[in-house]
């Protein structure tokens, strides 16, 4: 597999591979704004999502890229569905 | 910050962080649904998506945990918002 990685990165370019996505930004910003609306610290947060405090604040700049899993919790921690966290328009 | 992650999870247990949450089946029906309703292969999308092709299929099985960096790259290449590629009722 990692054989198969590193061709398909010498085809297609690696540079894109650590480049963040838009995404990032808009789950960083609906997540802080969502968090602060709900009077939520980030402690609390971090407890709930089963994440520590560094990490939340990382994502919330955006330094992170976050996996679908912490996402989901995050979520479940915020009491809102995934995909509201992604909108481009909240 | 290894030494807060440790006490951290043996505050809060460590076996929850390994579980994958929900959401990952969620996107991966979604994004197998809309790839061949699109008539896009495996192939091209990973290409697209800049990500291998046993990538792809390990996220349409739901044994990865894709980052949201890679999530976004999907979105994109299947011209979808990403919020609806995470949408429970679709």
């Known amino acids: 597999m990692i054989v198969t990685r590193i061709l398909f990165f010498n ?8 480049t963040p996505h838009f995404y990032r930004l808009i789950f960083a910003e609906n997540m ?3 968090r602060r609306l709900k009077e939520i610290s980030q402690e609390e947060l971090a407890f709930d999502a089963q994440i520590s405090k560094t990490y939340v604040c990382e ?12 996402m989901g ?4 921690a ?5 995909s ?7």
């Not at 085809?11 to 650590?18: S, T």
């Not at 915020?78 to 995934?82: F, R, V, Y």
């Not at 509201?84 to 909240?90: H, I, Q």
């Open 11 to 18: 085809n297609a370019g690696m540079e894109k591979q650590n």
């Open 32 to 34: 802080r704004r969502i």
């Open 59 to 70: 994502i919330e700049r955006g330094s992170r890229a976050v996996s679908i899993d912490v």
């Open 73 to 76: 919790r995050i979520a479940d």
């Open 78 to 82: 915020l009491q809102m569905p995934l």
């Open 84 to 90: 509201e966290l992604l909108n481009k328009s909240e």
